[in-house]
T-cell receptor
Framework: GQQLNQSPQSMFIQEGEDVSMNCTSS?????WLWYKQDPGEGPVLLIA?????ELTSNGRLTAQFGITRKDSFLNISASIPSDVGIYFC????????????FGQGTELSVKP | KAGVTQTPRYLIKTRGQQVTLSCSPI?????VSWYQQTPGQGLQFLFE???????NKGNFPGRFSGRQFSNSRSEMNVSTLELGDSALYLC??????????????FGPGTRLTVL
């Protein structure tokens, strides 16, 4: 089935640094979603993208829908300790019905 | 507006037993999807319900089933539990089924441990 390649798998950074992660797919998507998951909790929706080229911000987070519709990236500026968690990208195409395809996640660790 | 709720939060069962998990979507949301999350496989789609009808199904054996009620609440059932069924089961609700704006909002999950 379809898969999303999310990279990097893990990141260990210093507080205050900027972070960048991305997702690529062999298929095009109509929607890209970015989630963050804390241990023992469900994923929380951070940013939703609907158009190729769209750039959307949510506080220190910025995400973009790639022009080819096959990729997306998420940037976190000036990281803080509470940014720790696992970040997932998810893609959706009309032909999938209600089925989101998830990346494998990027585990972010922030050293104070 | 209250978020997605799932009950129970934690469950311990033994092999061969069956289990039923419950999910209440965000008020007004009619679509409920279920996912299994394990460290090795990540988030795997189980099935999706909209207006009491299963609209989409993932690649899981028939031991995994679900249903949705007229108030949009959903249950999933796993029969004849196996050790490999130990996982975090997540429910997500959305306003739309299919279509462009398929933003799914997740509940906290039910942690199932099979001994």
């Amino acid at each position: 089935g379809q898969q999303l390649n999310q990279s990097p798998q893990s990141m260990f950074i210093q507080e205050g640094e900027d972070v960048s992660m991305n997702c690529t797919s062999s298929s095009i998507f109509n929607t890209w979603l970015w989630y963050k998951q804390d241990p023992g909790e469900g994923p929380v929706l951070l940013i939703a993208l609907y158009k190729a080229g769209e750039l959307t911000s949510n506080g220190r987070l910025t995400a973009q829908f790639g022009i080819t519709r096959k990729d997306s990236f998420l940037n976190i500026s000036a990281s803080i300790p509470s940014d720790v968690g696992i970040y997932f990208c998810a893609g959706y195409h009309y032909n999938q019905g209600g089925k989101l395809i998830f990346g494998q996640g990027t585990e972010l660790s922030v050293k104070p | 507006k209250a978020g997605v709720t799932q009950t129970p939060r934690y469950l311990i069962k033994t092999r061969g037993q069956q289990v039923t998990l419950s999910c209440s979507p965000i008020s007004g949301h009619r679509s409920v999807s279920w996912y299994q999350q394990t460290p090795g496989q990540g988030l795997q789609f189980l099935f999706e319900y909209f207006s009491e009808t299963q609209r989409n199904k993932g690649n899981f054996p028939g031991r995994f089933s679900g249903r949705q009620f007229s108030n949009s609440r959903s249950e999933m059932n796993v029969s004849t539990l196996e050790l490999g069924d130990s996982a975090l089961y997540l429910c997500a609700s959305s306003f739309y089924w299919a279509g462009e704006r398929n933003e799914q909002f997740f509940g906290p999950g039910t942690r199932l441990t099979v001994l």
